[in-house]
């Protein structure tokens, strides 16, 4: 556990941020590997039918996630306020919760697998195999939520090393099994998916079996939590926006998808392979956003509103020097990334247009991302959500439309930094107002500018 509210502010940041970032490497590296066996093994249907199953689970377990991201604000400011008792009581509250929304989402996601892929018109020869990988995934959403309900724990605690050891693990296990199932045992698909779920499985048992041992504050032991009502509807009113948020950008993914499946299968297979790309590129901002929200998170439950202005002049000074480096080298070698994933000539071609045209505003997208770290971390959770409504459902969408009936598969992707222009100043504007400080859980009598 590490205390964010000392310290010099920039590198209190950084040090926090880097477990989280190589851990995430190495879970989008298993992606990438992931991704790589399914194109060159399975074939661009099956690259296309993984592509068109990630904004489904997105969908699915984005609400319960914004819900965790709540916690784990709750969780931080009651750390920085040295309130331990609420601390475990929060604690609490969030594994139960989390227990019973992934039985949930279990049972519902695979009774509408289906239905949603009709929905966004999924090629026929993809639909099989999208649902046959979904309805397996589905199984492991129960480790998934357990291992990053856990994760996010930690974070609020200050702690973001622990969850990457075991991260890397489960990675290093995934891909291992990923090539037993798929290229020797020959499952296809359905291998895919199972190696996903053995290994979410181990990490989260792994995880647990570690905090039990060695770190007897967290307890986990079912039999003895509690529920506690008020906890939860804090959680609720800091969760419930960013859990809207991230389902509405989910479903607004699931709309993208029914622009781009209007383009055919080479289409699909070169957005599957952008995002996986996407996925390593915006993989810094996401990463200091979580850092800087804990930050701001302890710091104004210490009622040390002096260092918030600091870190985040820090963070983008950080995150825009990494963004710069990542889009340089996202243009120069567009031709062999998209390659690593797929033989089609077509598809990496599609695939070089959609790097060329969105990566040169990774840094809008940084700049964002961190601004609504800040939010998020003071509790501030509503104008962020309304903020990314609009530019999904006001800009990108409506802007990707129209341009692709003018200009074909490009115009989809022009949509996507049209939407971050917006959402950067919207952000900026209403983080310049000062109104977040005022959002916070632990109240002091005095807040400083």
Do not use: C
């Amino acid at each position: 556990m590490i205390d964010l509210t000392t310290g010099k502010e920039g590198k209190r940041i950084l040090n926090f941020a880097i477990p989280m970032l190589l851990g995430n490497v190495f879970q989008q590296f298993y992606n990438v590997v992931d991704t790589i066996i399914v194109g060159k093994v399975l074939g661009d249907q099956a690259l296309a039918a993984v592509g068109a199953n990630f904004p489904f689970i997105f969908a699915l377990i984005s609400f319960i996630v914004g819900i965790a991201i709540g916690a784990t604000v709750i969780i931080a400011q009651y750390f920085g306020a040295k309130q331990m008792e609420n601390v475990k009581r929060t604690i609490d509250t969030l594994y139960i919760f989390m227990f019973f929304a992934s039985i949930t989402l279990t049972i519902v996601g695979i009774w509408a697998s289906e239905y949603v892929f009709e929905i966004i018109d999924l090629p026929t020869d993809v639909m099989p195999l999208a649902i046959e990988y979904f309805n397996i995934y589905a199984l492991g959403f129960i480790f998934f939520f357990g291992f990053q309900g856990t994760s996010a724990i930690l974070r609020g605690l200050g702690d973001s090393k622990t969850p990457v050891y075991f991260l890397v693990i489960s990675t290093i296990v995934n891909i291992l099994l990923d090539l037993l199932f798929v290229v020797v045992f020959k499952w296809g698909i359905a291998g895919v998916a199972a190696a996903t779920v053995i290994s979410q499985a181990g990490a989260f048992f792994a995880i647990i079996w570690y905090l039990n041992k060695f770190h007897k504050f967290m307890d986990f032991s079912p039999l003895k939590m509690k529920f506690d009502n008020d906890i939860f509807k804090k959680s609720i009113r800091i969760g419930l926006p960013t859990g809207i948020q991230q389902t509405v950008v989910a479903l607004g993914f699931l709309a993208l998808y029914k622009i781009v499946n209007v383009f055919g299968v080479p289409t699909i297979a070169a957005y599957s392979i952008a995002m996986r790309i996407d996925s390593f590129a915006i993989m810094p901002a996401m990463n200091f956003s979580a850092a800087i929200s804990t930050f701001v998170g302890q710091n104004i439950g210490a009622n040390k509103f002096d260092r918030i202005a600091k870190g985040l002049k820090s963070t983008l000074l950080m995150i825009n020097a990494i963004s710069i480096t990542v889009t340089l080298s996202a243009v120069i070698f567009a031709g062999p990334l998209i390659g690593l994933f797929t033989d089609s000539i077509e598809v990496v071609e599609i695939g070089k247009q959609y790097i060329y045209i969105v990566t040169p505003f990774y840094i809008v997208f940084s700049t964002m991302f961190i601004l609504n770290g800040v939010l998020r971390g003071a509790g501030d959770t509503f104008v962020p959500m309304i903020i990314t409504i609009l530019a999904l459902w006001a800009m990108r969408l409506p802007t990707s439309w129209w341009l692709s009936e003018e200009i074909g598969s490009n115009g989809i992707w022009w949509g996507i930094p049209i939407a971050w222009i917006f959402g950067v100043i919207a952000s900026y504007f209403y983080y310049s107002t000062g109104k977040w400080k005022k959002k916070g859980v632990v109240k002091h009598e005095n807040k400083r500018a």
